[in-house]
């Protein structure tokens, strides 16, 4: 019996087997987020729901056309209004209230900002501006970082409908001189717009994941396409299902399902996304949905699976679901300073089903039904959202300024505890000792502190168009330029760049030519690292810093650097200790060998002590004193160090050890005098950088005189 053809755009019933689609591209991010081993890849869910709401906002849009021959703009921002902003406006509260509350001031200041680009739906720009890791280890993601998936559909939206209304006002052109009428030949001009969109969306998200996968991760044109997939659906589907028997409808929807879960067993976080990966649970999505179309009466058990009353209710909740289950994963972290064990995890999962029942019966259910919520007074939430947000922000920030700013008259450490004991001493090595001790008797900590823990995050020497965060290769001579007496580069990654107000002054005072060849995230040692698209340019720029070297014929030639990132063997990721440090001897070993013959001496700074928490979030928590932040060493960046060093020693490359400088009897203060040594857990503010000019230029005086 031949089906009949669907009408375009008519009205189509409920499909339940959508809802547990959502149900399931929900329930894979929380089980990747929330750590579930068997699920790396989980938040390919995002993808789904990408095509998910491509197809259903689609759908709407196409049937309004077919219906009324045009497209309200009012209507569906109205509707969209209504959908989205009170749920998230209201998570975007409680999240920002808990954050001032829970977290330290600095991290909270980062939520603040975080919050007011999330409720003008551009937390996507925020978080590829700032270079945002969903995988990063040593810093605490933003509980608002998830809102970088709705801020990608409001803005596909803001674009979507005036493009539609644009391909019905071109179809009733050609329509006038076409005997097509005009509802067939509009679907004819939205199916081949919308192809040729998508097409190109997906050429630039395959390009850009090449050159920079963080910014193609947040990209809307780099993720349109997948919206564009789902959107192409609506008209294709039904007159691909129309003409396929149930049992084949089955096997296209356990497909596709198939598909997805391939792409949460497959995936983790060093596969390149989103590229040509995201195919994988983009086209899963799209063969469910193609499944699920046409119209029958009786639907396979695949389909039905879907349909079932638990996937429907998930799926009713997956927008709460997902607004609440980051922050309740990130906010504990933040509070405790560790990561949350499985019972932990299992009960900020367990709040999150509750709080989005909740959520999506008192607060989405009705606005969204609201008779009183017409076209003019839904659109009038969108003001009342920032406007709320950014009342909160106001407050919020101005609490966490009050708390990093300074209060009381508490004086600075000095030595005069020491006594007869400083004569002893070398002067910096006297004040970390005394830094300790002030500390261990939980001295106040001093109110003048140097620098100001609010700008502390941005504490970073700048190197100007020689920072290399980019693929640009230049290079910038520094200090003296003209008649210099030696020359000396500085080589290495951002554990390089932070001794560089040190060696500014040095160039001063010993008339030194400079250069700094320190990429961010590329350590000197010749170790391949991270993924190869996101660390594609670190080979290249190590070569290329090389061959400048060899041209330069340096007199020093400092290697400054650590080595924290992910390494790869052969393409695979390494997880074994023992490879791993194998790995780094052997890449040590390789780059003292290429420098002996090219550079007048070779010295290795050993890099500093990583802490176990950051001094700057453990000041601006709560009231602290010193002995509340007195810090210890990390015993794996403290392997990596001696791993540096054993190579050196072989190769008879001297070696500065600043550990001195920073830490004393397994210690280290976070305050030093009254100057933050530390920036983060493993890098040196500018100040205190600085500071340590006379300890560096006398360690490095015997190569510093003679060429």
């Known amino acids: 019996m031949t089906q009949p053809r669907p009408e375009v755009g008519a009205r189509s019933p409920f499909r339940a087997d959508v809802q547990g689609l959502r149900a399931i591209a929900v ?63 209201f998570v975007t509260l409680v999240t920002l209230l808990a954050s001032t509350w829970w977290l330290s001031a600095l991290d909270a200041l980062e939520v603040v900002r975080d919050a007011v680009w999330a409720t003008l739906f551009a937390a996507n720009i925020r978080f590829a501006a700032v270079g945002t890791d969903y995988f990063a280890r040593d810093q605490l993601p933003s509980p608002l970082q998830h809102y970088w998936s709705l801020a990608v559909e409001e803005q596909f939206y803001l674009v979507w409908p005036l493009v539609l209304l644009g391909c019905v006002l071109l179809a009733r052109r050609l329509a006038r001189r076409a005997v097509v009428p005009v509802a067939e030949r509009t679907l004819r001009v939205v199916v081949v717009v919308l192809a040729l969109l998508t097409a190109a969306s997906f050429a630039y998200g395959v390009w850009r994941t090449e050159v920079d996968p963080t910014a193609a991760y947040f990209s809307t044109p780099a993720r349109a396409w997948e919206l564009g997939i789902g959107a192409l659906a609506v008209p294709l589907a039904p007159l691909v299902a129309a003409r396929m028997p149930a049992t084949a409808r089955g096997l296209l929807s356990v497909t596709g399902l198939g598909f997805i879960v391939a792409a949460c067993l497959r995936y983790d976080e060093t596969s390149p996304f989103p590229g040509t990966a995201a195919l994988l649970p983009v086209l899963g999505a799209v063969l469910v949905l193609v499944a699920g179309a046409g119209g029958h009466d009786r639907e396979p058990f695949p389909i039905r699976w879907l349909g079932v009353r ?117 002067p910096t090595v006297a004040l970390v000792k005394a830094s300790v001790l002030a500390a261990r008797e939980a001295q106040a900590v001093p109110s003048d502190l140097t620098p100001d823990l609010i700008d502390i995050r941005e504490d970073r020497a700048s190197l100007g168009r020689c920072s290399y965060e980019t693929d640009s290769l230049l290079l910038c001579p520094r200090g003296t330029t003209e008649t210099p ?219 510093l005189r003679t060429r």
């Open 27 to 89: 329930l894979t991010v929380i089980a990747g987020h929330a750590g579930l081993a068997q699920l790396p890849g989980g938040f390919v869910g995002v993808d789904v729901f990408f095509v998910i709401s491509g197809f259903l906002i689609t759908q709407l849009l196409l049937r309004e056309v077919a219906r009324d021959g045009k497209v309200s703009l009012r209507g569906f921002y109205a509707r969209r209004a209504r959908r989205i902003l009170p749920a998230a406006t």
């Open 310 to 426: 638990p996937m429907r209710v998930v799926g009713d909740w997956s927008y709460s679901l997902y607004l609440w289950h980051w922050p309740l994963l990130v906010l504990p972290v933040g509070h405790l300073g560790r990561d949350l064990d499985p019972w932990e995890v299992g009960a900020a999962v367990a709040a999150t089903f509750v709080l989005s029942a909740l959520t999506y019966r008192l607060v989405e259910t009705p606005f969204r039904r609201a008779r009183s919520l017409r076209v003019n007074r839904a659109l009038v939430l969108y003001p009342v959202s920032v406007g709320l947000v950014a009342a909160s922000a106001f407050g919020a920030q101005s609490y966490a300024e009050w708390r990093t700013g300074e209060h009381g008259d508490d004086p600075a450490v000095t030595v005069a505890e020491l006594g007869s004991e400083v004569d002893d001493l070398d």
């Open 485 to 703: 007496e030696q020359t000396v580069v500085v080589l290495g990654n951002s554990h390089g760049r932070m001794w560089v107000p040190a060696f500014e002054r040095i160039a001063r005072e010993h008339d030194l030519r400079t250069y700094y060849l320190v990429k961010v995230g590329c350590p000197a040692a010749l170790v391949t690292v991270g993924t190869e698209a996101e660390y594609a340019g670190c080979t290249t720029f190590r070569e290329w810093a090389l061959e400048q070297i060899a041209e330069l014929e340096p007199d020093l030639v400092v290697v400054a650097t650590n080595v924290s990132e992910s390494l790869l063997d052969d393409g695979a990721p390494v997880e074994d200790p023992a490879q791993r440090d194998r790995l780094v001897r052997d890449g040590f070993d390789e780059l003292f060998d290429r420098l002996a013959p090219i550079a007048g001496r070779t010295v290795l700074l050993r890099d500093v002590p990583e802490l176990d928490e950051s001094p700057e979030v453990c000041l601006s928590t709560g009231r602290p004193h010193l002995g509340d932040c007195l810090l210890s060493p990390t015993s794996d960046a403290t392997r990596m160090a001696d791993i540096s060093v054993a190579s050196a020693e072989e190769h008879r490359v001297p070696v500065v050890d600043p550990t001195p400088w920073l830490c004393w009897d397994g210690s280290c203060p976070a305050v030093i005098g009254s100057t933050i040594p530390y920036r983060d857990t493993g890098h040196l503010t500018t100040e205190y950088a600085a500071a340590l000019t006379e300890d560096l230029e006398q360690a490095l005086t015997p190569w």
